[in-house]
């Protein structure tokens, strides 16, 4: 026997949605589980490789200031999938956060962001881009009160947040280990791959 949602019922639909779903679990056992659902989204991490850079955000996030009053949180820019494909929505979120052009996407992964509760996959990217791709200063989307403020540091020093379990948000540390491990040469003193 396999696995069926047998209702979904829903108990709140704004921005997003809550659901209470009535599961037969393979071995026949009826249970109840609750589903987020908001869409899809995309994660970048735009990174110079010439200047050993990144370009991250820092934001509010009223989730994490519930949980343990934190102000802001480091981010790779990130947002929903309007309409287009990941690419574009990608492309839109990074320019609206960090004012940077971007051209060429080196797509990591989807994965889902939370599977116990959400139906969200998450598109991921990393992304070269040189200083003259700046095109402003980013900051959000005029009316979503974002209050973004855009952070570039040394690619040294965001591996080492990820190595000391600095990194609290999941798709940052995702793609930043992503980008440690496919250009490791970006990580070296001397531009070479880094070894053991």
Same mark, same amino acid.
């Given at each position: 026997?396999?696995?069926?949602?047998?209702?979904?019922?829903?108990?709140?639909?704004?921005? #997003? =949605?809550?659901?209470?779903?009535? &599961?037969?679990?393979?071995?026949?056992?009826?249970?109840?589980?609750?589903?987020?659902?908001?869409? *899809?989204? &995309? !994660? &970048?991490?735009?990174?110079? $490789?010439?200047?050993?850079?990144?370009?991250?955000?820092?934001?509010?996030?009223?989730?994490?200031?519930?949980?343990?009053?934190?102000?802001?949180?480091?981010?790779? $820019?990130?947002?929903?999938?309007?309409?287009?494909? $990941?690419?574009? *929505?990608?492309? /839109?979120?990074?320019?609206?956060?960090?004012?940077?052009?971007?051209?060429?996407?080196?797509?990591?992964?989807?994965?889902?962001?939370?599977?116990?509760?959400?139906?969200?996959?998450?598109?991921?990217?990393?992304?070269?881009?040189?200083?003259?791709? /700046?095109?402003?200063?980013?900051?959000?989307?005029?009316?979503?009160?974002? *209050?973004? =403020?855009?952070?570039?540091?040394?690619?040294?020093?965001?591996? !080492?947040?990820?190595? =000391?379990?600095?990194?609290?948000?999941? =798709? #940052?540390?995702?793609? &930043?280990?992503?980008? /440690? #491990?496919?250009?490791?040469?970006?990580?070296?003193?001397?531009?070479?791959?880094?070894?053991?």
């Amino acid at each position: 026997m396999k696995a069926e949602i047998l209702s979904l019922r829903i108990i709140h639909d704004g921005w #997003t =949605k809550f659901g209470l779903a009535k &599961v037969r679990l393979a071995d026949g056992t009826e249970v109840e589980r609750e589903i987020e659902d908001h869409g *899809n989204s &995309v !994660g &970048v991490l735009p990174y110079d $490789p010439e200047r050993r850079v990144a370009t991250l955000v820092r934001e509010l996030r009223v989730p994490p200031l519930y949980v343990s009053g934190e102000q802001s949180q480091l981010e790779a $820019p990130a947002g929903l999938i309007d309409d287009g494909s $990941p690419d574009e *929505n990608a492309r /839109r979120e990074v320019l609206e956060e960090t004012g940077l052009r971007l051209h060429d996407l080196e797509h990591v992964g989807t994965t889902y962001s939370c599977a116990g509760i959400s139906t969200e996959q998450i598109h991921l990217f990393l992304a070269p881009y040189c200083a003259t791709d /700046r095109k402003t200063g980013g900051g959000g989307a005029e009316g979503e009160h974002e *209050n973004i =403020k855009v952070v570039e540091m040394p690619l040294a020093d965001l591996a !080492g947040m990820a190595e =000391k379990g600095q990194l609290t948000d999941l =798709k #940052t540390l995702a793609l &930043v280990l992503a980008l /440690r #491990t496919r250009h490791a040469r970006l990580f070296s003193s001397d531009g070479r791959p880094e070894t053991d």
